[in-house]
């Protein structure tokens, strides 16, 4: 059995990175009360570090927008600083911009109040914070501080000694022979303290340097191992998840399988995606293996070949995951797809692709893609819009939720360099929004008896739906839209061109 498992173990290489891989701004569109409100979180790419917060209102009626950053959930959670005030832009009316410093790693949430002609209301957007690096040093800071080390400790040798030296001679006399001697102990004295001194000063440095270099680290790739048993495919990391704490005194703690909670009703979103090309994705839901140390999926009817492995996962802090690999599938003879799991073939996608506006949908219907006029920009923050069309181009009927939302939605740029999974209200995961809903909930209603709307799906939902996001880089993307109508999970995919 051991030998039969080794020639179906698969290695599954896997970047354990924040959810939305290549794409760290968030992106969120929603109601605070009265007021349609669309934020865009621009995060640090160290930590502390200075984050910016824009928000855009769809009506004129917003005065003012106040931001403050607190933990999504906890004792952090219910007692928030002083807001800052966001500063209207000077050439729209509607667009205010803020600047907020993350100073922790972690789940944690900006909370934005709205205030206009219509009263006061607010919002809260669940944020990942963590470092993407650590800033090196330049050359030319490095020599300048290099500089200053050696003639400062000079200057504190020379002074200790002189002050030895001349401090007992009366004025116009010479030092004594005996007032050189202490001098020159007293400077070599110094210089073994200050030795030891800059060596713990260096030491106390190292190890903060290393406590921040292992949250970095969590973007570096501990392996992930994989296991076909048959049509079976079995998903255990390697060693043990990790994830930001609140006290980066401790060492970063590990994530464990029981910690992970559902969100849109699972535990993970697993995407196999063909590589290259992108003529291929399913969308699967793993069930946690007995045991609770690894997922387990039952692979539906796959071509042999090579895959990208995107699985989404997130941790009772409300703080998302994705895991990334590759693996080498031969054919699988499984059943096709049901339930909330999808998948979709089509063209590859090549540098030579055509944008695409138009998918044809697998029971004949169509989706638009309403693109704006003029080229797709790179880090600009946009709603992606699209509709859903009979086979004679009137509005779609028997549009139903998919997993509590109108429609889910993964951008995958052509080089795998990025891959986010977004929905209706943004790209944050609904289980942290939830989260986040709660707290500012009871905030709200034990400040002022004020309740704050909530989320409610429809068993029959408008053909028209949208997706807040902005693409990170330029480069060739494909975008698949999943949507369920009359019970069905339908794919469809658009290419794009981003400058």
Same mark, same amino acid.
């Given at each position: ?78 007692? @928030? ?44 957007? @669940? ?10 040093? #330049? ?35 010479? @030092? ?107 969308? =699967? ?43 080498? =599938? ?21 540098? #030579? ?147």
């Amino acid at each position: 059995m051991r030998n039969l498992w080794l020639t179906t173990f698969i290695l599954l290489a896997a970047t354990l990175v924040h959810a939305h891989v290549g794409s760290a701004d968030v992106y969120y569109e929603d109601d605070a009360g009265p007021y349609h409100l669309f934020v865009t979180i621009r995060l640090p790419q160290v930590i502390p570090g200075v984050a910016e917060i824009q928000v855009r209102s769809a009506s004129p009626d917003v005065r003012t927008i106040r931001v403050v950053p607190l933990r999504l959930s906890g004792l952090g959670s219910k007692l @928030p600083p002083l807001p800052d005030v966001a500063q209207r832009s000077q050439n729209d009316a509607q667009f205010f911009v803020s600047s907020l410093w993350f100073m922790e790693f972690g789940a944690l949430q900006v909370r934005i109040e709205a205030e206009g002609s219509r009263g006061k209301a607010e919002l809260s957007v @669940p944020v990942a914070s963590f470092a993407r690096q650590s800033l090196p040093m #330049s050359w030319g800071l490095r020599g300048a501080l290099l500089f200053f080390l050696v003639f400062l400790t000079l200057g504190v040798v020379v002074i200790a000694g002189t002050v030895v030296r001349y401090s007992t001679v009366p004025a116009g006399k010479t @030092p004594q022979p005996s007032n050189r001697r202490r001098s020159r102990i007293v400077m070599a004295i110094t210089v073994i303290l200050v030795v030891l001194i800059l060596y713990r000063g260096r030491a106390a440095w190292n190890v903060e340097a290393a406590t921040y270099q292992r949250n970095v680290d969590l973007l570096k790739p501990p392996r992930a191992e994989t296991l076909l048993e048959g049509n079976r495919l079995v998903i255990r990391p390697a060693g043990q998840l990790t994830a930001p704490i609140a006290d980066q005194t401790q060492s970063v703690r590990a994530v464990k399988m029981d910690e992970l909670i559902p969100d849109h009703g699972h535990l993970m979103h697993l995407f196999l995606i063909a590589s290259p090309g992108m003529d291929r994705i399913w969308h =699967l839901h793993p069930d946690l293996a007995k045991g609770g140390d690894a997922f387990v999926e039952t692979l539906p009817a796959m071509p042999a070949g090579h895959y990208e492995v995107f699985a989404d996962i997130l941790d009772k802090t409300g703080f998302p995951w994705t895991l990334v690999g590759k693996i080498d =599938l031969p054919q699988i003879n499984g059943l096709v797809v049901n339930g909330d799991d999808s998948a979709w073939t089509g063209a590859p996608v090549t540098n #030579s692709s055509s944008d695409t506006t138009v998918a044809q949908l697998p029971d004949g219907r169509r989706m638009v893609w309403e693109r704006d006029a003029g080229a797709l920009k790179a880090n600009v923050p946009t709603s992606f819009k699209f509709r859903v069309e009979e086979k004679d181009g009137s509005p779609a009927h028997g549009m139903e939720p998919y997993m509590g939302m109108a429609a889910h939605a993964q951008v995958v740029c052509s080089d795998l360099s990025v891959f986010a999974h977004i929905h209706p209200a943004g790209s944050i995961p609904m289980a942290a929004l939830d989260m986040a809903r709660d707290g500012l909930i009871q905030s709200s209603t034990g400040a002022s008896g004020m309740e704050m709307p909530s989320m409610h799906s429809s068993a029959s939902l408008p053909p028209r739906f949208s997706f807040p996001y902005g693409f990170p880089h330029p480069g060739r993307y494909r975008i698949f839209v999943q949507i369920k109508r009359s019970g069905e999970v339908q794919t469809a995919a658009f290419d794009a061109r981003v400058q």
